[in-house]
């Protein structure tokens, strides 16, 4: 067997790379089964091929190549393809996925549809390595507080009808463990050529709190690495005025019949002057998932946090036009 580079130069196919000599392998396995059925003497019905890490010495182009060919032999009602990988073509093009993981008890099986075996994939890193930063490279982000924040605005988002062009990430979930809250500093400092590598139009908003303004010059400064990201803090003017200062973080933009619902009234209290509704801070802590919960599951979150919502889609779409029209618009 030969390669042929160009149109006439004539080698052995042992000089080839190991990936093009895979590559050729694929296309004679085909060929062979392929012309074992058609014999008239045997026994050959059909085939099942197993394959371990195809993507083993492909560069990029001959991956994506040899992912569809093998897709294309596959889709032969006669012939049935297993493979194991850690390379997301192979895992777009396969008509069933399945995601084996560790546990304490051995390993747990999951079968999934494409897009949620990759991110489950890409969570765990099983497949090709992405910096967390760049998930959404071409998208604005929204990097909240934590996973209740994420919650809260998510179904802030449907309730306000928006269509957003940004992404709300959360820390922990999103980025790593240990990085929400005062970790995010660190996390961007640790990460700051990530950062830098995003295009200018895919700049990051860090959301803080409204008792936090005062405490955004460190992170502004990681931020300018990249120069249309910083932070940005809730504005205590959209809280709802019914719910005093002892309610920190975002809750203070829920309604109070859902506060009502979830908390114990024994922890409540009501300002005999400005007539909003207190809550002892523990108590707030402990009550944060339930609530977020009960948003996540489809309880009204209000309209301040609606108009939380809104005001940081305005202030994304604000960014959006102080970036240079270069920057959209192909080199």
């Known amino acids: 067997m030969n390669a042929v ?3 006439d130069v004539v080698h052995d196919i042992t000089q080839e790379g190991s990936g093009a000599q895979a590559f050729t392998l694929l ?30 010495f492909l560069h990029a182009g001959l991956r994506t190549r040899f992912a569809t ?27 069933h996925t399945v995601v084996v993981s560790p546990s304490r008890s051995g390993s747990s099986i999951a079968t999934l549809e494409t897009r949620d075996a990759l991110a489950a994939s890409a969570k765990q890193r099983i497949t090709s390595f992405r910096h967390p930063l760049m ?30 062009r940004w992404i709300l990430v959360s820390p922990d979930e999103d980025l790593e463990v240990g990085a929400s809250g005062d970790g995010l500093l660190n996390y961007i400092k640790t990460n700051k050529s990530a950062l830098r590598s995003r ?9 803080k709190d409204w008792e936090d303004g005062k405490k955004t010059s460190s992170l502004d400064g990681a931020l300018k690495e990249h120069p249309y990201s910083r932070s940005i803090v809730c504005p205590e003017s959209l809280c709802n005025p019914e ?3 002892s309610f ?30 207190g809550i002892e801070r523990s108590h707030l802590n402990t009550i944060k998932p339930r609530l977020a919960t009960k948003a996540q599951t489809g309880a009204t979150v209000g309209e301040f946090m609606v108009g939380l919502v809104e005001w940081i889609n305005k202030l994304v779409e604000e960014t959006l036009a102080e ?6 618009l192909p080199s």
């Open 5 to 7: 580079a160009g149109v």
């Open 27 to 56: 296309h004679f396995l085909h060929l062979q089964d392929s012309a074992a059925r058609k014999r008239s003497f045997g026994w050959v019905q059909a085939s099942i091929w197993g394959l371990e890490e195809p993507e083993s």
């Open 69 to 95: 060919d093998l897709y294309e032999y596959a889709a032969n009602e006669r012939r049935q393809v297993f493979i194991t990988t850690h390379e997301d073509d192979f895992v777009r093009n396969a008509n």
């Open 135 to 164: 998930t959404h490279p071409d998208t604005p982000i929204v990097i909240v507080e934590g996973k209740t924040d994420k919650q809260y605005l998510t179904q802030a988002i449907r309730e306000a009808d928006l269509r957003p």
């Open 199 to 207: 295009p200018d139009g895919a700049f990051i908003l860090a959301l």
């Open 243 to 245: 719910l005093g200062q």
């Open 248 to 277: 920190v973080g975002i809750e203070r933009y829920l309604p109070v019949d859902l506060i009502q619902q979830v908390a114990n009234p024994k922890y409540l209290s009501t300002n005999n002057v400005s007539n909003s509704i």
């Open 323 to 328: 970036v240079p029209i270069d920057a959209y």
